[in-house]
């Protein structure tokens, strides 16, 4: 009898070897793993980050897709400073934010092979990441937390700049309205979209394989200077484009092209007409504008 390993997946079992008097050789799995190998990539961290989303073609990287993307940024960092390759690493977000949406709170997860000192881990990717990529704090979490299933919360932030000049200290994170805005009347109808409900008509594709009903916590304009508007919305979920699609409606109401009414209508309707991109009232807000703010957990 005889031990040997054998990898299975990304662990080494530890087989035992049985010849027979007959010469029949079989093997059989020791029950228990070597030691060494038990915690394997099962050093588990947490990342925030922030970013300026204008030259990315979005957070995930899409294989055949041209452009660069927030995750391929940071799997190259990664895989520099963790030695663990990209399928290791298994880097996962609470969010995968669009082309051209920013971000001041999103948060990542990552595996590595061998435990790293999460102040070590900080430095090395601001080191190696590209300015426009700022990791903000590393910790190490327990094998089972997930950015993207373990958030009970999300916070996203659109920004609006009005009148007949757009900020130019503004351009790249705000979207340009040219006529005033009835602020008033954007409160009153952010209102609307408060609590649970089906949000199938505010999506930008039908919700095929998701629940549509989500809770939706707090949701304010809020005049940060005249001209300038910040929409600030929270709640446990979103469905695709979701939140640029309630600002687009949120504007025309301030422009007077859109009532309250219309919005709890639509909220009504739910799953039970899906209008397309093209027969809306509205057009979907900017992506610059939007912000992925905070996740909490």
């Keep these: 009898m005889q031990l040997q390993l054998r990898r ?3 662990q080494r079992l530890c087989l035992r070897v049985y010849k027979f ?3 029949k050789i079989d093997r059989l799995p020791v029950p228990v793993l070597q030691r060494r190998h038990c915690t394997a990539l099962l050093h588990n961290y947490k990342a925030t980050i922030s970013y300026d989303g204008t030259d990315y073609n979005g957070f995930q990287l899409q294989l055949g897709v041209r452009g660069r993307t927030i995750q391929g940024e940071l799997e190259k960092a990664l895989t520099l400073v963790t030695q663990n390759d990209r399928a290791e690493l298994k880097v996962t977000a609470s969010g995968r934010t669009d082309a051209g949406v920013h971000a001041s709170g999103q948060v990542v997860n990552f595996f590595s092979g061998k435990g790293h000192c999460p102040s070590r881990l900080w430095h090395s990717m601001n ?7 700022r ?3 590393v910790q190490p979490v327990g094998p089972d937390f997930n950015a993207r299933f373990s958030a009970l919360s999300k916070e996203y932030r659109f920004q609006i700049c009005t009148g007949p000049l757009h900020d130019p200290f503004l351009w790249r994170y705000s979207q340009h309205v040219y006529l005033p805005l009835d602020v008033e009347a954007m409160r009153q109808a952010a209102k609307c979209f408060l609590g649970s409900h089906d949000f199938t008509q505010f999506a930008s594709t039908y919700p095929v394989g998701m629940n549509p009903r989500k809770t939706l916590t707090r949701f304010e304009v809020v005049e940060v200077r005249p001209g300038f508007l910040r929409l600030e919305v929270q709640g446990s979920g979103f469905l695709y484009r979701m939140v640029r699609h309630m600002v687009g409606a949120l504007i025309e109401v301030g422009k007077g092209t859109m009532k309250e009414a219309q919005i709890e209508e639509l909220l009504a309707l739910g799953s039970k007409k899906f209008p397309g991109e093209k027969h809306r009232g509205w057009t979907v807000a900017d992506a610059k504008g939007l912000f992925l703010h905070e996740v909490w957990y």
């Design 8 to 10: 299975i997946g990304c």
């Design 21 to 23: 008097k007959s010469g």
């Design 127 to 133: 080191r190696l990441l590209p300015p426009d990529i």
């Design 135 to 137: 990791v903000l704090d």
